[in-house]
């Protein structure tokens, strides 16, 4: 975590889209274990207390606890207000996403079994195509990552990987080297670095 504190300071220094949060506090990260359907990783609860967080504007967020606890609660309206991957999907395009709103592609307990067997901490959108898909940073109950990409326009693709996924598991994968990645990705759709 501390190579990602150091790149991510870099980066603040020279690109003011990129914000840190502020390192989480026990209570925090306890708070927001109820809300997710896995233990906490011990690299995440790491990087919460390191880092807490990674956010520039709309383009990449790794949510801190406080940050994604303020999330959960503004949709807590919503039916689809976990969060588990198929909910932030949901939440990643505005609570519009009939597809998986309606169960047009997966029915509700697949949902369910979904939601709860891959919990969401963030995401990075992606403008190389215009906007129109996101990558989403999941775990699973091995404490195994993974940036799950999704194209609007296809979710049934999303759907059929994350049932297959249930079956399988994530493959064996560290926050830090998904985080590596995120960054490499960030640094093309940051606008100071076009």
């Not at 999330?71 to 588990?84: A, D, L, P, Q, Y």
């Not at 519009?96 to 592609?105: A, N, Y």
């Not at 369910?112 to 940073?137: L, Q, R, T």
Request: proline share 4%; with cysteine; charged share 30%.
């Amino acid at each position: 975590m501390e190579q990602i504190k150091t790149r991510l300071s870099v980066c603040e220094l020279e690109y003011d889209e990129i914000k840190e949060a502020t390192p989480a506090t026990e209570e925090e990260i306890d708070r927001l274990a109820s809300h997710f359907s896995q233990p906490i990783p011990e690299q995440l609860k790491a990087f919460y207390k390191t880092i807490g967080g990674i956010e520039s504007e709309e383009i990449f967020s790794i949510f801190s606890p406080q940050s994604l606890l303020s999330n959960i609660e503004r949709r807590s309206g919503f039916v689809h207000k976990s969060t588990g991957i198929i909910d932030m999907i949901v939440a990643f395009w505005g609570n519009d996403r009939p597809e998986f709103q309606e169960f047009e592609l997966l029915t509700k307990e697949q949902t369910a079994k979904i939601n709860e067997a891959f919990p969401c901490i963030g995401w990075i959108m992606a403008e190389e195509d215009g906007c129109e898909s996101g990558e989403y940073i999941i775990f699973d109950q091995n404490g195994n990552f993974m940036n799950l990409y999704s194209h609007q326009d296809d979710l049934g693709k999303t759907a059929n990987q994350l049932l297959k996924m249930l079956e399988t598991g994530i493959p064996e994968r560290t926050l830090k080297s998904v985080l590596q990645e995120l960054f490499e990705r960030a640094e093309g759709n940051l606008s100071r670095w076009d």
